[in-house]
Every structure is written in C-alpha cells, then in structure tokens.
C-alpha cells in the first residue's frame, strides 16, 4: 500500500481567500488512518473554513485535498465520504430515533431489508440499544449528541468532522462528553477531524492537535508536546495558562537567558530559537512550575533559580489544586498554583511569600 492512503486526509498547500483577506493561508497536513485529531484556535483564525473545504463546501484557491489517497477537488460534498457532525446537531424533530439513523441510508439507496441491522448495530456500538422508538424531544444532551454522531456513522464514513459540537453544552456535560467523545472514536476507529477553539478539548481527546492562528498552523503536534514545548510564543500563549513579561535580553550564558522585563524585574529563562542578546523577548511561565512557600518559611534565594517577593491578593479556591494571585513588586498579578487542604497552613489573601521557579519553566521567545 502506498503511503498516501496509509492517511485518511492529506492536505497540501491548501489556502482559500476571500479578496484580499486569507483565510487559509498554505496549509500542509497529514492525518494517520483511525485518529483522532483537532484543530484549535481563536474564533477567525480560518479554521471552520478549512473544515468546510474538506467536506466540499468551499473550493481551495490554491492547493489539494486528499482522502484515502485520492484527490477530492473536484467531487461534489455529497459524493465524498465525509460527514460533519454540527453544535446544533440538525438532529430532524419530527423523525423518532430509528427515522433519523436510517434517513442516511434510505438516501444512499440501503437496501430496505439491511436498514434495521445496521441502525441496531450502530446504537449498540453508541451504547444506547434500546432508544430507537423515541422521540428526539425525550433525549438528553449527551443522548443527542451520540444519535448525531451515529446518525453519521452508519453510513461509514471515511472521515467525521465535528464543528464545536460540545458549545451548546453546560460545563459539567461537556466534561463528560470529552470522555465519552474520545471512546466512541476507538469505537469506531474512524478519523475524527475536531474543530474547536477550547483548549482543555483538545488536549483531553486528540491524539494530536494543530494550533491555528491567521490563516496558518503555528504548530501541529501531540497534546503534552504542545504544553510542555510549544514552538512559538502564541502557542504558549495560547495552549495552557501561563504568566507573561516581556523584556529585552541582558545577557545569555549556558543556555539561560538574563531577561530584564518592562516591569523592573530580572528573570533567568530558557531562550527559544531565534532568541539573541539585547533582542526583545517575551516570557512564559506557567502556574504549576510556581513554588510559593511564605515569607518566613522560604529559605535563601538560590543564585541560579528566579526568587520574587509578593503578598497573596486572592485565592482561586477549586478543591485540592487551587490557584493564588499574587502581587509582585511592581504590582503586577502573578498566579501560582497550590494544594489548599483546609487547615492552618493554606496561604491567604494577605500573606506574603515568596515565589520561585527554575529557569527552564521560563520559556523566552523572540518578540
């Protein structure tokens, strides 16, 4: 077999512009078959603009678009072999259960005999057996969104994009269905091509995921990769909460950069490529690599680690791993991690402490 059709999608060189403003601005991916991957970024950054030109419904001004290693240029949207998943589901109201899987296959001209095995087998493989008599106004939210997913799955598709489908989701459903997301694609073993702008999705269900931002993938990678050594400062920025200063390099000695911050304060960082003596930088630090002990019970400052002195502003109380806010010494907030336990030795608003962190949690890129 050919390496082109060991990739469910393959995208090269793909760009769309809409007069003078692009949309999507060159973009070149690989997917492997039975994956699960996402696209994430800002609203407007073009991404639900390439989706749609994946599934047919806008034509690339530049660029090819293969599926299983044939081009799809020119095949109309109802004639690929792709199936979208929306936020608001277009589940048909007037249809129960069974008429919305089996509408799919009535129009691909299923034999009328094979339709009740195959609408079984996929509310089997959804776990919900036993719903195909009721009315879509019965489901739940979860419910409805795995008929939507198996709505499209018995026509076995090639590829299944899903545009947002969790936004319309309460917070404490959505969490679930992440999980519940991420199983159903094993399930399956289909590619999922995931549109979202929500970090925490991306990261929980992807096997890996592509920053996009003005047009363009700023990275494509696993998710821990994308945390832990994001390529460009607006994927620090943009995947995980980090803290931020922005300086000018003083000095880079063995691989640790002297950054002096428009805040008045010196911080040793871990320069990125492209980073050079006096170059203007910015710097990311996120709040679990933040050590705060209280002033008292800290010991010395250590010479080759970053040590600064503040008073807790707030607690952001969420269970056992909850969050301070500190006001450093010029007064900006800086947020740090910690284990609250209930007892007398939680730090609270009030309290002074020092934070520290080693150079290597400080990651320096070039402005």
């Not at 809409?18 to 407007?44: E, H």
């Not at 969490?175 to 091509?193: D, G, P, R, S």
């Not at 000695?253 to 040793?268: N, P, W, Y």
Request: hydrophobic residues 40%; aromatic residues 6%.
């Amino acid at each position: 077999m050919n390496d082109a059709v060991e990739h469910d999608l393959e995208c090269t060189g793909l760009s769309k512009h809409f007069g003078s403003v692009r949309a999507v601005d060159d973009v070149s991916f690989r997917i492997p078959k039975g994956s699960f991957f996402s696209i994430l970024g800002p609203s407007g950054c073009g991404k639900t603009t390439l989706m749609r030109m994946i599934a047919g419904f806008e034509n690339p001004s530049d660029g090819d678009i293969h599926i299983k290693g044939r081009s799809v240029l020119n095949i109309p949207p109802n004639r690929r072999n792709v199936k979208m998943v929306f936020q608001h589901l277009a589940l048909f109201p007037m249809m129960n259960v069974f008429e919305n899987i089996a509408y799919g296959l009535r129009c691909a001209g299923t034999p009328k005999s094979e339709i009740p095995q195959k609408v079984n087998d996929v509310l089997e493989r959804i776990a919900l057996p036993d719903v195909g008599n009721r009315e879509i106004h019965q489901l739940s939210g979860g419910q409805k969104q795995r008929i939507a997913i198996a709505r499209c799955m018995v026509l076995d598709p090639d590829v299944l994009l899903l545009d947002e489908p969790l936004g319309a989701l309460d917070l404490k459903l959505r969490e679930a269905m992440k999980i519940e997301l991420k199983l159903l694609q094993h399930q399956f073993n289909t590619t999922f091509i995931y549109i979202t702008h929500d970090q925490s999705e991306a990261l929980v269900m992807s096997d890996n995921v592509a920053v996009m931002n003005e047009g363009r993938f700023e990275q494509v990678g696993k998710p821990e990769e994308l945390y832990h050594k994001p390529a460009t400062s607006f994927v620090a920025g943009f995947v995980g909460d980090s803290n931020r200063w922005a300086g000018k390099v003083e000095q880079i000695s063995d691989g640790v950069a002297k950054v002096a911050t428009e805040a008045g304060l010196s911080i040793l960082c871990k320069p990125q490529a492209g980073v050079e003596k006096g170059a203007p930088v910015s710097i990311f630090v996120r709040p679990e690599f933040i050590a705060a002990q209280r002033a008292g019970e800290a010991g010395p400052p250590d010479a080759n680690s970053n040590a600064l002195a503040g008073k807790v502003d707030s607690v952001l109380f969420n269970g056992a791993n909850s969050r301070i806010l500190v006001r450093g010494p010029s007064s900006e907030l800086i947020e740090a991690d910690v284990v609250v336990t209930g007892g007398t030795s939680d730090l609270r608003p009030g309290d002074a402490v020092q934070l520290n962190w080693a150079p290597e949690q400080a990651m320096c890129y070039a402005r």
